[in-house]
């Protein structure tokens, strides 16, 4: 059974930093996409960073220059990097991967998330 567990969240000050890690465990065939999505209370889940099998990462407007995501050593860890946090930048912080199984069916896999709280 493939599962992803994100850790790492916490509450930080106004200006502060944070590092979220994201692991997947489980058999797999391909990771084509790994990425950190975003819910703040009453507003819809959004994409903070993500990164693709070649290196190719892609950032969301509002984080942009402060934020930065990699994928450890082992290709199935990943992680986002959060310096100059802002208060709006409090949300639950969702872990996704998708990509092929050894049957080679497709997958999109959620973690349980991750609190991260900045208080100013």
């Known amino acids: 059974q493939v599962q992803l567990a994100e850790s790492w969240g916490g509450l930080v000050q106004s200006g502060g930093s944070l590092r979220l890690s994201c692991v997947l465990s489980g058999t797999i065939s391909t990771i084509n996409h790994m990425g950190w999505y975003r819910q703040a209370p009453g507003a819809q889940r959004e994409l903070v960073a993500s990164i693709i099998s070649d290196g190719t990462t892609n950032y969301g407007d509002s984080v942009k220059g402060r934020f930065t995501i990699s994928k450890g050593n082992a290709k199935n860890t990943m992680y986002l990097q959060m310096n100059s946090l802002k208060p709006e930048d409090t949300a639950v912080y969702y872990c996704?991967?998708?990509?092929?199984?050894?049957?080679?069916?497709?997958?999109?896999?959620w973690g349980q998330g991750t609190q991260v709280t900045v208080s100013s």
């Open positions: 996704n991967a998708r990509g092929l199984l050894v049957d080679l069916r497709s997958y999109d896999y």
